[in-house]
């Protein structure tokens, strides 16, 4: 489920993010573009859930009443004793769903590091008490430039000695407008998104609009341009290690600058922000899109029935007669393949009168053994929707014939299948005339 919704978070944002790039970065309406950002985070943190709900009422396969639909239909995965049984089990989707949740376990663990050098840096140094804020001043060995995390402002001494009253009030400025706040949205989208080059960037630009308020708010407070610009310049080559705060040469100066003497935007200009709305409703589209849809439903589906829970072949403790595999080197097969599975349940299914009445429908997956003779056995419900669906699915897999068992080193063998079958009414199915 969370690759699918970070899937769809991401076309949200990557397409909100164009609009503002195209339209609204580098104007000098800071606090619109960052009223701007925070709400292309908040859209694309809530929206996916909106939509994947969507998708999942939305039936896969609204056709004849007693249409039915064969998907997924895969062996247990499981890991045998054979190597290759094993890559051969894990299915795409799985192999996605664990790079992803891999690299979002690097992103926090990569921040997490981050916040912990932080609060070291403030433990260490010298802490002075104001009204509003704590300083904390450490020693010079520490070569980064000033910077503000949380309610602390952390400076060298010999900062504080020399040009400390523009370097406090440009770190208090990030403060007071609880930058830090928004820098751990932004990296909470990276975690995410990790994948997502518009995460990134988005990033790169809330930063640099912290920095030109922090700026103005300088400059309005009666400090010299000229003189807060070749503060600036001196602190340009300062190491900030410090990604998670708001430092004083985070920015590139020379936009910084010329940031400063930019006019402010006119009000119509600002009315451009009005394309986050079409923005938005791109990203719906493209989720809309019944192939995308169906893909993340399947990886939805996937991700939260954890396909990879079991990493051995066990024999079947039903049975000490025989050994039953998880995964085979060849897989069993219905005879004429997946097309006459279909066909077969097709021409036998009977929707039950209960459950068309009701107007019941949905997935039922079911779980059966193919023994080394290709006979069905040990059918065995694992998600069921209604008694009748599930009944009539245990009938279906009951009532087939044999299957081409599954071989180990050329032997036939009994192995387990799992098959989801979907039974959806079609919208037009005639109501039953009642007294």
């Given at each position: 489920?969370i690759?699918?919704?970070s899937?769809?978070s991401?076309?949200?944002?990557?397409f909100?993010?164009?609009?503002?790039?195209?339209?609204?970065?580098?104007?000098?309406?800071?606090?619109v573009?960052?009223?701007?950002?925070?709400l292309?985070?908040?859209?694309a943190?809530i929206?996916?859930?909106?939509?994947?709900?969507v998708?999942?009422?939305t039936?896969?396969?609204?056709s004849?009443?007693?249409d039915?639909?064969i998907?997924?239909?895969?062996?247990?995965?499981?890991?045998?004793?054979?190597?290759?049984?094993l890559?051969?089990?894990?299915?795409?989707i799985?192999?996605?769903?664990?790079?992803y949740?891999?690299?979002?376990?690097?992103?926090?663990?990569y921040?997490?590091?981050?916040v912990?050098?932080?609060?070291?840096?403030?433990d260490?140094?010298?802490?002075?008490?104001?009204?509003?804020?704590?300083?904390?001043?450490?020693?010079d060995?520490?070569?980064?430039?000033p910077?503000?995390?949380?309610?602390?402002?952390?400076?060298?001494r010999?900062d504080?000695?020399?040009e400390?009253?523009?370097?406090?009030?440009?770190?208090?400025?990030?403060?007071?407008?609880?930058?830090w706040?928004d820098?751990l949205?932004?990296?909470?989208?990276i975690?995410l998104?990790?994948?997502?080059?518009?995460?990134?960037a988005?990033?790169e630009q809330?930063?640099?609009?912290h920095?030109y308020?922090?700026d103005e708010?300088?400059?309005?407070?009666?400090?010299?341009?000229?003189?807060?610009?070749?503060?600036?310049?001196?602190?340009?080559?300062?190491?900030?290690?410090?990604?998670?705060?708001?430092?004083l040469?985070?920015s590139k100066?020379?936009?910084?600058?010329?940031?400063?003497?930019?006019?402010k935007?006119?009000l119509?200009?600002?009315?451009?922000?009005?394309?986050?709305?079409?923005?938005i409703?791109?990203?719906?589209?493209?989720?809309?899109?019944p192939?995308?849809?169906?893909?993340?439903?399947?990886?939805?589906?996937?991700?939260?029935?954890?396909?990879?829970?079991?990493?051995?072949?066990?024999?079947?403790?039903?049975?000490?007669?025989r050994?039953?595999?998880?995964?085979?080197?060849?897989q069993?097969?219905?005879?004429?393949?997946?097309?006459?599975?279909?066909?077969?349940?097709?021409?036998?299914?009977e929707?039950?009168?209960?459950?068309?009445?009701?107007?019941?429908?949905?997935?039922?997956?079911?779980?059966?053994?193919?023994?080394a003779?290709?006979?069905?056995?040990?059918?065995?419900?694992?998600?069921?929707?209604?008694?009748e669906?599930?009944?009539?699915a245990?009938?279906l897999?009951?009532a087939m014939?044999?299957?081409?068992p599954?071989k180990?080193?050329?032997?036939d063998?009994a192995?387990?299948?799992?098959?989801p079958?979907a039974f959806?009414l079609?919208?037009?199915?005639?109501k039953?005339?009642?007294?």
């Amino acid at each position: 489920m969370i690759l699918s919704y970070s899937l769809i978070s991401s076309i949200i944002l990557g397409f909100c993010f164009l609009a503002y790039r195209l339209l609204l970065a580098g104007q000098r309406q800071q606090k619109v573009n960052r009223t701007m950002l925070l709400l292309i985070y908040a859209v694309a943190f809530i929206l996916p859930i909106v939509i994947l709900s969507v998708i999942f009422r939305t039936p896969d396969l609204p056709s004849g009443v007693s249409d039915i639909e064969i998907d997924g239909v895969t062996n247990e995965i499981v890991a045998g004793k054979d190597p290759v049984a094993l890559l051969r089990s894990i299915d795409f989707i799985t192999i996605l769903y664990i790079i992803y949740l891999v690299g979002l376990i690097i992103a926090a663990a990569y921040y997490f590091f981050g916040v912990v050098m932080l609060w070291k840096i403030i433990d260490k140094g010298e802490r002075k008490e104001f009204e509003n804020f704590n300083l904390i001043l450490v020693d010079d060995s520490y070569k980064s430039s000033p910077f503000c995390w949380g309610h602390s402002i952390v400076m060298r001494r010999s900062d504080y000695g020399g040009e400390g009253d523009m370097i406090l009030i440009h770190e208090y400025a990030h403060m007071k407008l609880y930058h830090w706040a928004d820098l751990l949205i932004a990296y909470a989208a990276i975690c995410l998104q990790w994948y997502n080059p518009a995460a990134w960037a988005m990033r790169e630009q809330l930063r640099a609009i912290h920095e030109y308020q922090a700026d103005e708010f300088v400059i309005d407070s009666g400090v010299d341009a000229k003189e807060y610009q070749m503060l600036l310049l001196k602190k340009a080559a300062g190491y900030g290690y410090q990604s998670i705060a708001n430092s004083l040469n985070h920015s590139k100066l020379q936009k910084r600058v010329t940031m400063m003497y930019k006019k402010k935007t006119s009000l119509q200009r600002r009315l451009f922000a009005l394309a986050l709305i079409p923005a938005i409703g791109a990203g719906i589209a493209v989720t809309s899109i019944p192939a995308v849809a169906g893909v993340l439903k399947s990886i939805a589906e996937t991700s939260a029935s954890n396909p990879v829970e079991a990493i051995a072949a066990v024999p079947d403790e039903t049975s000490k007669e025989r050994d039953v595999f998880v995964a085979v080197e060849t897989q069993a097969e219905f005879p004429g393949g997946m097309k006459a599975l279909m066909e077969w349940l097709s021409n036998h299914v009977e929707y039950p009168k209960e459950a068309e009445k009701a107007g019941i429908q949905g997935r039922v997956i079911i779980k059966f053994i193919i023994e080394a003779d290709g006979a069905v056995t040990h059918p065995e419900i694992l998600k069921g929707v209604s008694p009748e669906l599930d009944k009539e699915a245990m009938r279906l897999v009951r009532a087939m014939p044999k299957w081409i068992p599954g071989k180990n080193n050329g032997k036939d063998v009994a192995s387990y299948f799992t098959i989801p079958i979907a039974f959806w009414l079609s919208k037009d199915t005639p109501k039953e005339e009642t007294n």
